[in-house]
């Protein structure tokens, strides 16, 4: 359970300083170490780190499946972790809003389509 700990909060770091993918393999393999130990509140907690993660790396669908697995068993499990984490999962899923209908409104504006996953809004609520 202590790798599985340290492994998460490197994962953290790693994310707070924009190493985004690098975060993901040790969340990841944090993520593996929390199953196999049968610690469903860390699993919980890597679910929406790698949420956070792949947001930041402008991955929304594999995002959104972190954010919801994580909202799942977080309200499975009876955790206060939940708001977090439906905070997130919505905020990502208005972001993707906002995006599709800017690209709509350029096209039939003319203007250009870029609208890059910097514009998404604001970061996602981190967990302790």
Known sequence: ????VHRANLGGVL???GSHARAVDEL????????VVGDQEGECARLGS???????????TAAIRFYTAALTLSRRLGLPSSATHFANLNELLLADQRRTHQ???????G??????????GASPRLEA
């Open 50 to 60: 790698l949420g956070i993660a792949h947001s930041c790396l402008g991955k929304s």
């Open 28 to 35: 990841t393999a944090a993520l593996a170490l929390s199953r």
């Open 15 to 17: 994310c707070s300083l």
């Open 103 to 109: 690209r709509q409104s350029a096209r039939s504006s």
């Open 111 to 120: 203007s250009p389509t870029h609208v890059g996953a910097g514009d998404a």
């Open 1 to 4: 359970r202590a790798e599985g």
